[in-house]
T-cell receptor, first 116, second 112 residues
Framework: GAVVSQHPSRVICKSGTSVKIECRSLDFQATTMFWYRQFPKKSLMLMATSNEGSKATYEQGVEKDKFLINHASLTLSTLTVTSAHPEDSSFYIC????????????FGPGTRLLVL | SQQGEEDPQALSIQEGENATMNCSYKTSINNLQWYRQNSGRGLVHLILIRSNEREKHSGRLRVTLDTSKKSSSLLITASRAADTASYFCATDSTDSWGKLQFGAGTQVVVTP
């Protein structure tokens, strides 16, 4: 199989705090991981592409200082929402691919963030 | 901007009926993929069709791709209540390897 997990599944935090979301590939090594954001009843918007051992590539309009991404190993990528505000409340989903030749992305179950 | 646009936005059918949804896109693609998402959950990969393929089957799913019209369709045959979900198409463009651009999705409700 190709299982991707995310932790936590949901988090509530106060405005101004930072929140870290983990994305793990459980049974395969993921050379590339992607982070998406999804608003209610909307589509997924790609935020950034994360390659193991290198800096993440952010999509236009995504603040890299706001959304810190670290891909420290072939099975783990983290997204840290710094100084969270209510407008950062959203559903964050990661995905992972086995290799550059692998076309299919395997998605995690998502993390629902609510900033009060 | 959204690459894929799904049509219809919502679809309500009864069990046993077929469900068809369409996706249009704008750029040249390597492949087009269909995903399913249950409410508040992650995405499940359904099927991938490459740019040189015209039709693909997987169980009760049938996907077509018309690169001249830049469109794809997903057909779910003999639908079941468990097929209730949102369905998204996603394109892997030739100028941005691996980065999927998702359509707005079609919300399908199958009533018993």
């Amino acid at each position: 199989g190709a299982v991707v997990s995310q932790h936590p599944s949901r988090v509530i935090c106060k405005s101004g705090t930072s929140v870290k979301i983990e994305c793990r590939s459980l049974d395969f090594q993921a050379t590339t991981m992607f982070w998406y954001r999804q608003f209610p009843k909307k589509s997924l918007m790609l935020m950034a592409t994360s390659n193991e051992g290198s800096k993440a590539t952010y999509e236009q309009g995504v603040e890299k200082d706001k959304f810190l991404i670290n891909h420290a190993s072939l099975t783990l990528s983290t997204l840290t929402v710094t100084s969270a505000h209510p407008e950062d409340s959203s559903f964050y989903i990661c995905s992972a691919t086995r290799s550059r030749a692998q076309e299919t992305q395997y998605f995690g179950p998502g993390t629902r963030l609510l900033v009060l | 901007s959204q690459q894929g646009e799904e049509d219809p936005q919502a679809l309500s059918i009864q069990e046993g009926e077929n469900a068809t949804m369409n996706c249009s896109y704008k750029t040249s693609i390597n492949n087009l993929q269909w995903y399913r998402q249950n409410s508040g959950r992650g995405l499940v990969h359904l099927i991938l069709i490459r740019s040189n393929e015209r039709e693909k089957h997987s169980g009760r799913l049938r996907v077509t791709l018309d690169t001249s019209k830049k469109s794809s369709s997903l057909l779910i045959t003999a639908s079941r209540a468990a097929d209730t979900a949102s369905y998204f198409c996603a394109t892997d463009s030739t100028d941005s390897w691996g980065k999927l651009q998702f359509g707005a999705g079609t919300q399908v409700v199958v009533t018993p």
